[in-house]
């Protein structure tokens, strides 16, 4: 899949503008540009339409106020992303547990294995189980930077970390997946599980 759309910086710093002098259509012109990527995380990372669509909901409405985005400091997208995540955080607090799926693309950028190795059923609801198994913090770096295509350095950002413990988490992540899965995989392919470092 290829990577979503991030907008045009100077043009989202526009409409945002317009957005704070009370413009509903400047507001839509954002959406259009990050509500389908916000959507897409806010799913893989609570498996739940209905809550993607009320985290989507919280981030454009959070616009509407005063914002603590600069772009000096990076992209309107990467702010969204934080501001996404941090309506998720509360939700999981809330409900007290993690839940939620992964589909079956965004596994497979996760996992960096070939197409025909996710093709079986058995295979797709283990690979989930085992990411949903990844301690929060893994999972959120892991769907960023391989499904979303954003930087260590974006990805520090939103998490409110740095860019050696962004790349240790996507590490371990995989790590972990490799080991829970090799059976699986190893038994689709025939041979064990290439070796493959974090980017």
Not at 51 to 62: K, P
Not at 139 to 158: G, H, N, P, Q, T
Request: aromatic share 8%.
């Amino acid at each position: 899949m290829a990577p979503l759309s991030d907008g045009n910086q100077t043009e989202d710093t526009d409409l945002l503008r317009r957005v704070a002098e009370g413009s509903s259509q400047a507001l839509g012109g954002l959406y259009q540009s990050h509500g389908r990527a916000l959507y897409s995380f806010a799913y893989r990372m609570t498996g739940s339409e209905e809550a993607a669509n009320d985290v989507v909901q919280d981030c454009f409405l959070s616009l509407l106020h005063a914002t603590r985005f600069d772009p000096r400091k990076g992209s309107l997208r990467a702010y969204l992303f934080g501001v996404a995540r941090n309506q998720i955080r509360k939700r999981w607090r809330k409900e007290s547990r993690l839940a939620g799926s992964i589909d079956d693309a965004g596994l497979q950028q996760a996992l960096q294995s070939p197409l025909h190795n996710l093709l079986e059923s058995e295979l797709v609801a283990e690979v989930r189980r085992c990411v949903l198994g990844l301690p929060q913090a893994q999972r959120e770096a892991l769907v960023l930077f391989d499904y979303f295509d954003l930087s260590l350095k974006e990805i520090a950002a939103i998490s409110g970390s740095n860019v050696a413990a962004v790349k240790g988490r996507i590490y371990r992540a995989r790590q972990a997946l490799r080991r829970q899965l090799q059976p699986y995989l190893a038994r689709e392919s025939g041979t064990p599980l290439a070796r493959k470092k974090a980017k």
